[in-house]
T-cell receptor, first 111, second 119 residues
Framework: EDKVVQSPLSLVVHEGDTVTLNCSYEVTNFRSLLWYKQEKKAPTFLFMLTSSGIEKKSGRLSSILDKKELFSILNITATQTGDSAVYLCAVELDSNYQLIWGAGTKLIIKP | ETGVTQTPRHLVMGMTNKKSLKCEQHLGHNAMYWYKQSAKKPLELMFVYNFKEQTENNSVPSRFSPECPNSSHLFLHLHTLQPEDSALYLC??????????????????FGEGSRLTVL
């Protein structure tokens, strides 16, 4: 069965800290891995990763994929209270383009 | 504002009621999706419409009935629901249903969701 597991389930840190969120997967046919941020209701897109070892970066956020060890990490440096959200990871399957979602990591940034 | 609008934002219904959720996208996309999000669980794909044709139905109970009259509108008709159906129902759209990686953007555009409570 295809599955995506995110860890930790929740994380509380102080403003200014650096955090690393993990997403591991076991799927039959991998196409891409995606990260989304869900602050209140609507998840918003962060990154799409298809190749191992190539870092994607956007401001203080960065992400990298390891297709050999079947995981991705999302790094956030110099965290701010506005980074508080649920971070969702999903893997796109090559066979039918469906997305398999993880349960998310709830990140809380304390001032 | 993401370009995907869902109504109502909140809905409380009894198990014998009939109601509908509505989704409208203003992005010119051809694929639309219904997802169910329950607390601490992964997003569950319910239905996919690509160019108005239903391409996925992930073993969803018949008490959920989708309708896609055109590429911009998607409905989810609800009838005789159960309390365990209480959840956030998210609508999403993408350029087409032929794979996000091929679009090189990986982007699904989500609506704000409809919070459903079944009593």
């Amino acid at each position: 069965e295809d599955k995506v597991v995110q860890s930790p389930l929740s994380l509380v840190v102080h403003e200014g800290d650096t955090v690393t969120l993990n997403c591991s997967y076991e799927v039959t046919n991998f196409r891409s891995l995606l990260w989304y941020k869900q602050e209140k209701k609507a998840p918003t897109f962060l990154f799409m990763l298809t190749s191992s070892g190539i870092e994607k970066k956007s401001g203080r956020l960065s992400s990298i994929l390891d297709k050999k060890e079947l995981f991705s990490i999302l790094n956030i440096t110099a965290t701010q209270t506005g980074d508080s959200a649920v971070y969702l990871c999903a893997v796109e399957l090559d066979s039918n383009y469906q997305l398999i979602w993880g349960a998310g990591t709830k990140l809380i940034i304390k001032p | 504002e993401t370009g995907v609008t869902q109504t109502p934002r909140h809905l409380v219904m009894g198990m014998t009621n009939k109601k509908s959720l509505k989704c409208e996208q203003h992005l010119g996309h051809n694929a639309m999706y219904w997802y169910k999000q329950s607390a601490k669980k992964p997003l569950e794909l319910m239905f996919v419409y690509n160019f108005k044709e239903q391409t996925e139905n992930n073993s969803v109970p018949s008490r959920f009935s989708p309708e896609c009259p055109n590429s911009s509108h998607l409905f989810l008709h609800l009838h005789t629901l159960q309390p365990e159906d209480s959840a956030l129902y998210l609508c999403a759209s993408s350029q087409d249903g032929l794979g996000l990686a091929s679009l090189n953007t990986g982007e699904l555009f989500f609506g704000e969701g409809s919070r459903l409570t079944v009593l």
